[in-house]
């Protein structure tokens, strides 16, 4: 038997030629010594050298891994060179003119979806790059429509590569701006869109000529060279070319626009986003046409698709760079399909939208608002990194506005604005560095963000400690606005209250991202409503303080007597974001005593772990709070005294989502304008509404009853939940 089956096997491959010795070195084969060493390997055994450390066994490469070996899976071509004699990217793409045209579009079709898979965080080599004809432009300098296309998206990628090495936002995404020795610049590129706009002029002309036939019902079209040899095809041909040649115009024209420095070209990209939104449309409606031309037979299916026709382009090879990937492991990369590549530059193009129609208002409270609310919608990293750079220009603001200065409208002083003193004082300066870190910060993705803000709370502690020791020492324990205090005294004060207040917006905001990325169980719930109670009630504290000072800034501005009593009466109501606060504060406190009360009376979301104590899970996720002492003088032993002391009649008796409802109706009032403010009212609304039939339900009932099951979801706010409650 074994004879047989040995015979009828597959020929054995002969070995590999070695290769001929040099002065670098003498190749040996070595192949009898590996089988011996297979042959006495057990699993989990390693051959290594007597130099070999645990840092080279984590750094090491597991031969024949497909996802690690750069040799494992190769196309079989050495070089670029190899690939192309072998025909695998001609040029014309086909002698058929009909054909041609066909496969361009594929090429055209699969390099947008490679571009898309790039955004997401692959490699330039292993996405954009692995088309030949990007690589060796110069071969189809014969072919207009498909050498102005790849010249433009090349130079459209180099420029995004220096948007998001400018931003440094790639940091969480490293691999995005490697280029691997590729070359992204080339002598010609900087006419590129001159290029692209003879290319489609040409083709509109065709087009035009297309529609005049239709109505003069010519049979041939006079003085122009058609796309190719079927004329009823030409109008279809034509408008297909043109919509991707026209999106891959105006993107590059918006990455182009959006790069202008103190925001000068933002009104011009949001006309281009406009038209690169139509073009993507006329995208979409040329598949059936395409779908309906190309061979059945060689088309893939819809969900893996990366061309409108679901043909496989030719011109692509996957693996030729895989030896320049060093720094990271050769995987093999998914490219998304080409409807997923259209829904995500109809996302990315929306993004750049709101980003352009921001009104570049230097107050810091409005551009932090706008960034918190930017980052919900999860924008992707190119996004991201343009709001940065239109952020931060040369250690400005929007590149025009000094930090000093965004600090001091800020405090309400407009008077220091533009003072040298003020912004050369050693506490404006650094607070100045730590604002633009801030902002920096906030421009990035959820987990790195909410990493980078914990880390920051400790120099935001440290200055606001350093500002109040140098306050008593300079003006004593005075801690009120006084009317006749110095201008010196005023604004260190206010100082002190603005970044006290910047500390702990910075502490719930951090708190917050937590439930973004799912780091809390609902065992841990109490603790963090508790946490982010406290922290609201600070931060609201400050808020009030801060707004009571510049109140007093702005009756010191030369006022008659008579009109003091009327300022007093309009600086005692605060602002509609204070009562927005406000609720927060009663949603958080309501919450975690609902939890407490639970815990105690039910002793439900009470889950003891085996691996770490409620204690130290505080400390895993408030640690970084509690090396900031944010706030001063809360520990472990608050929350569990706070928690013990929570039951039900309390919850009762304090009613906090009721609260919430009264000051709602309010809110709506001030934000009628806001349709985004008018959202997030909505949200708390419904939180707060079910909560309170939640709570007189479990009330009713006894929360001490074995048949009452309580959970928590998040159907109405990704933050706050609602107590869903149950009878078995």
């Known amino acids: ?393 040369d250690g400005k603001l929007y590149g025009r506005d000094l930090i000093c200065d965004v600090i001091s409208r800020a405090l309400s002083l407009p008077d220091i604005v533009g003072d040298k003193e003020f912004q050369t004082n050693e506490f404006v300066v650094q607070l100045g560095q730590l604002v633009i870190n801030l902002l920096k910060i906030l421009c990035t993705n959820t987990a790195w963000q909410r990493r980078k803000l914990g880390k920051s709370l400790q120099d935001w502690s440290t200055i606001s400690i350093q500002l109040e020791l140098a306050l008593k020492r300079e003006f004593g324990e005075t801690r009120n606005v006084l009317a006749h205090e110095n201008i010196c005294m005023r604004v260190s004060k206010q100082l002190l209250v603005w970044s006290q207040e910047q500390t702990y917006w910075i502490a719930s905001r951090f708190l917050i991202l937590g439930f973004e990325l799912d780091l809390y169980s609902p065992s841990e719930y109490c603790m963090v409503y508790w946490y982010m109670h406290v922290a609201f009630i600070k931060l609201i504290e400050k808020m009030q303080l801060r707004i009571l000072a510049s109140n007093g800034n702005a009756r010191r501005k030369g006022k008659k007597k008579k009109d003091h009593s009327k300022d007093s009466v309009r600086d005692a109501a605060f602002p509609a974001s204070c009562l927005l606060l406000q609720c927060y504060v009663l949603l958080s406190e309501g919450l975690s005593m609902l939890l407490a009360a639970l815990r105690n009376e039910s002793k439900s979301f009470q889950l003891p772990s085996i691996f770490n104590s409620e204690q130290e899970r505080f400390m895993q996720h408030f640690d970084l709070l509690q090396k900031a002492r944010i706030p001063e003088g809360i520990t472990y032993y608050s929350f569990k005294e706070a928690a013990a002391q929570a039951h039900m009649a309390d919850v009762m008796k304090y009613n906090f989502f009721k609260e919430i409802q009264k000051i709602i109706p309010s809110l709506k009032g001030s934000f009628a304008g806001d349709p985004g403010k008018l959202a997030e009212i909505r949200q708390i609304e419904q939180v707060a509404e079910h909560n309170r039939i939640a709570l007189n339900i479990i009330n009713h009932v006894g929360a001490g009853d074995p048949s009452l099951r309580v959970s928590f979801e998040f159907t109405h706010h990704p933050h706050f939940a609602v107590a869903v409650v149950k009878r078995s």
């Open 1 to 393: 038997m074994e004879a047989s089956s040995s015979s009828a096997g597959p020929a054995p491959q002969p070995p590999p030629s070695i290769p001929p010795s040099s002065d670098q070195g003498v190749w040996a084969d070595a192949s009898q010594l590996v089988a011996a060493a297979c042959a006495d390997l057990q699993d989990g055994d390693l051959v290594h050298g007597e130099n070999f450390s645990l840092f080279a066994a984590m750094s090491a490469l597991e031969i024949m891994d497909p996802k690690m070996d750069s040799g494992m899976e190769r196309s079989g071509y050495y070089s670029i060179e190899e690939a192309i004699e072998d025909g695998i990217a001609p040029v014309p793409l086909s002698l058929d003119k009909t054909l041609d045209i066909q496969r361009t579009l594929d090429v055209i079709d699969h390099l947008f979806s490679c571009e898309a898979t790039w955004h997401k965080g692959h490699t330039l080599a292993q996405t954009v790059f692995t088309c030949i004809y990007l690589m060796k432009i110069e071969r189809i300098a014969s072919h207009a429509v498909l050498n102005s296309f790849c010249r433009i998206l090349r130079a459209t990628c180099n420029a995004l590569i220096s948007v998001v090495s400018t931003a440094r936002t790639h940091e969480e995404e490293d691999l995005f701006t490697m280029s691997f020795g590729l070359a992204l610049k080339d002598e010609g590129d900087e006419k590129c869109l001159s290029v692209l706009n003879s290319v489609e002029e040409t083709i509109s002309r065709q087009l035009r000529a297309c529609k005049s036939q239709a109505l003069s019902k010519k049979k041939t079209l006079e003085g122009l060279e058609s796309l190719q040899d079927n004329p009823a095809l030409e109008e279809d041909y034509c408008r297909a070319l043109l919509c991707r040649l026209r999106f891959r115009k105006h993107f590059h024209h918006i990455v182009t626009c959006m790069r202008r420095p103190h925001g000068r070209g933002l009104d011009l990209a949001r006309k281009h986003i406009t038209s690169c939104l139509t073009e993507l449309s006329l995208m979409l409606k040329s598949q059936e046409f395409l779908k309906s031309r190309s061979d059945i037979t060689l088309q893939q299916g819809d969900a893996r698709c990366t061309t409108a026709s679901g043909c496989r382009p030719i011109g692509f090879d996957v693996s030729l760079n895989s030896r320049l990937l060093s720094p990271a492991p050769p995987r093999a990369v998914e490219i998304l399909s080409w409807s997923d590549a259209i829904r995500y530059f109809e996302k990315l193009l929306h993004d750049l939208d709101i980003i352009c129609a921001l009104s570049l208002d230097p107050v810091l409270e409005n551009v932090l608002q706008f960034i918190a609310q930017f980052q919900k919608s999860v924008p992707d990293l190119v996004p991201r990194a343009f709001l940065q750079t239109l952020l931060i220009q």
